[in-house]
């Protein structure tokens, strides 16, 4: 149970920077300067409840420098604070490595030694209800599947049995290996789908209410973007109350977010809404909607992947024919609170609304996204993906921008807290600003940057600080263009790079992060250099990812190549990464039907779409990717851009000033002299 603060007067709270050099004092670390800048930046931001963009490089130790005075706030407002982050990976390290050390470190300082909790979205919890009891299955989902991913899927399904009578939490983390989506969701359901505790005859023991509650005791609830954003947007809480919030890795923070507000229609979520009603309603209303279903399904086949930018005529039928249909469903369902005293009854029938609603809403949503005067009165996009060997060709409709959404519901009434090592775009805060909703810094000028964010409650400002890095950048590695290269084309990897590459690993002994703009670059540059080095290369698809960075980081001149989740997943110190090569600038596609709308979007507006959204995704990738080479400080090393437009092209400026102060040269000698140095070195 949360302990009441009671018995320490607010004043007698010790000052944040004591906190932290005791901290510091007990983890046996150094107290940094960037860390002790970011801590008191975090406290005058709660003491003034204004929001704050902290921009901390690798080393900073901004783990520590956000999570005291978040603690203290807790402490001070008998209140969680909730910290959000966008992986697996740090959620882990600060509940089972940051969080217990501080905790005990702190403890003798504070009222009562420090709690927290993780909590994550009702999906990830085992529903007992559902394991024990009569809920609609998706066993017709199996035809879809070929008969061995069945019985595959039947093995991990008996396991989950298995583990549901022995697990404390049910949290579907802790099942090691992991079992496949199809297996899953016959045991979780969604929030919408939940019965409610109330309701639900397990609900009193209810693994994600449990956890909820456990949640709303504690000081610290860490979290991730996703539920963040359905707390924030939702009209149920999903996070217990709270009036600050840390988001970390914040530079992923938007692109989370439109995910959670994306909708989808196809024939499979069409065919999974007749599933459910079916056995609920009388079959020939059920029949329009499966008929309405097979329409889209074959409009869908016949139409080309890409943005719809104008609403074909054919289309916009079928959408009305979808829509009312699934209206139609939901109506003869009755009302949505009945059968309340029969609980497999009213399970069904909550699955069957979720399903209805998610179809009758999506496509009033793909409707309503056209009609209006001009290209900047759009608020949303709709684009149709193509089918995959695992799923059929799906609708989608995102939203333009989401900082609206964000600054009203995110922002409005409590303090948040952004940090990253990748904020400040082209040297200023602004273009991150925007697309949190904060508005852009008043008047020109270089970070500290400063503005305001008017929500539902109380008009709040916000700053802008980076805290710097503790690396000598300008020391420990060189930033090489090379600029007399010819520009990248469409038709794959030319010559030219796969030569540059293989000189400059040649150079450094192997060691080499190679990052992709495409799988198909890598594959590319793999195939053909295999066989002329003698090194090991690894491409990403040869194992799993974490198994490859494993080998990757254990044996010295093995090389790695890959893609995006390698940009900003990999954190190897030490000698076995010398060199991270980065084919190109990384530009969205521009046939991506999401950013080419919001580029085009921001053009209708009056504004630059090409810097807004193309070119500071780019800065915000390459800023990710270069921070692959130092992650600790003894580590040296190359970054070789082989796109020379990094040197040459008028929007160079911008990226370059969103780069950690690299030493910088476009003498293809220079590098290769270094990398050889560190080769020697070891």
Known sequence: MRVPFTSVPDSHLPPVDELLSIAVNALGGSERQGQITMVQAVQRAIDSEEHLAVQAGTGTGKSLAYLVPSIRHAMESDTPVVVSTATIALQRQLVDRDLPRLSEALAKELPHEPTYAILKGRRNYLCRYKATAGWPEEDEQDQLFDPRE???TGRMVQRIQEWAEETETGDRDELVPGVSEQAWRQFSVSAQECLGASRCPSGAECF???????????????????????????????????????????????????????????ETSVSLAVRRVARLIEQPIADQLQEAGEDLKALLAAAPAGRVDELPEVLALT????????????????????????????GQRKAAFTALDEVHDTAVRMLEAYGHASEADRAEVVWLDAATDRRPPALRVAPLNVGGMLRDRLFGDRTVVLTSATLALGGTFDGMARQWGLGAAPGPGPSP??????????????????????????????????????????????????????????????????????????????EALRDRLDVPLLCQGDDSTMLLVKQFAEDEPTCLFGTLSLWQ????????????IIDRVP???????????????????????????????????????????????????????????????????FLLGSLPPFWRTTDPAIPRAALRRLATEG
């Open 150 to 152: 069945v019985s595959a």
């Open 319 to 346: 959408l009305a024919l979808v829509r009312d249909s699934a209206a139609r469903c939901l109506t003869a369902l009755g009302p949505r609170g009945a059968d309340r005293d029969d609980p497999d009854k009213a």
């Open 569 to 580: 997943g990999v954190d190897v110190p030490g000698p076995s990464l010398r060199l991270v």
């Open 587 to 653: 530009f969205p596609r521009p046939d991506d039907p999401l950013t080419s709308a919001r580029q085009r979007h921001v053009a209708a507006k009056g504004g630059n779409g090409f810097m807004t959204v193309a070119a500071t995704h780019a800065a915000l990738l390459l800023a990710q990717g270069t921070g692959r080479l130092l992650r600790s400080q003894h580590d040296k090393g190359v970054i070789a851009v082989l796109d020379p437009r990094l040197a040459t092209a008028r929007y160079s400026g």
């Open 449 to 526: 940057a400063s503005g305001s964010a008017e929500g539902p409650g109380k008009a709040r400002g916000w700053q802008g600080i980076d805290v710097g890095s503790p690396f000598d950048h300008p020391r420990a590695g060189i930033l090489y263009v090379a600029k007399h290269l010819p520009q990248p084309g469409r038709d794959g990897l030319p010559e030219q790079y796969v030569d540059e590459i293989a000189e400059l690993i040649e150079a450094a002994g192997g060691r080499a992060l190679g990052l992709f703009s495409s799988m198909r670059a890598a594959k590319a540059a793999t």
């Open 208 to 266: 994600a209410e449990l956890a909820r509650a456990k949640a709303g005791e504690v000081d610290v609830v860490v979290t991730n973007h996703a539920l963040l954003a359905i707390d924030a947007m939702g009209d149920l809480p999903v996070l217990p109350e709270h009036d600050m919030v840390v988001v970390d890795e914040a530079h992923e923070l938007v692109d989370r977010v439109t995910s959670v507000v994306t909708g989808e229609l196809s």
